[in-house]
Nanobody, 125 residues
Framework: QGRLVESGGSVVQAGGSLRLSCAASGGTFSSYTMGWFRQTPEKEREYVGCISRLSDNTYYLDSVKGRFTISRDAAKNTVYLQMNSLKPEDTAVYYC??????????????????WGQGTQITVSS
């Protein structure tokens, strides 16, 4: 049974940076597209971005392009979300997820089969 565990959530001031980690275990996650989503009580779960299984392609939500970077370390079975220039509207619970589909078409939550428990990011103004 695959398992994903996020860490790194915190409270940060606007303009600051955070790096989230997602540790995978119990499955061959090196063969999965890995994605990040976020959710607030007011909105549905929103796609943030994803990285292909070989790390040769990344895709991002337009509002985070140039600020967020997704990477993965196959040896550690870990995926990262580096977030810079954070804004109050980035406040949300962030989830990592694993998809069996190619990264280019893994922009919807329905494409993902494994999910982490989420980690809270709060950006204060």
């Amino acid at each position: 049974q695959g398992r994903l565990v996020e860490s790194g959530g915190s409270v940060v001031q606007a303009g600051g940076s955070l790096r989230l980690s997602c540790a995978a275990s119990g499955g061959t996650f090196s063969s999965y597209t890995m994605g990040w989503f976020r959710q607030t009580p007011e909105k549905e779960r929103e796609y943030v971005g994803c990285i292909s299984r070989l790390s040769d392609n990344t895709y991002y939500l337009d509002s985070v392009k140039g600020r967020f970077t997704i990477s993965r370390d196959a040896a550690k079975n870990t995926v990262y979300l580096q977030m810079n220039s954070l804004k109050p509207e980035d406040t949300a619970v962030y989830y990592c997820a694993a998809s069996t589909r190619p990264a280019a078409i893994s922009t919807r939550a329905a494409a993902y089969v494994y999910w982490g428990q989420g980690t809270q990011i709060t950006v204060s103004s």
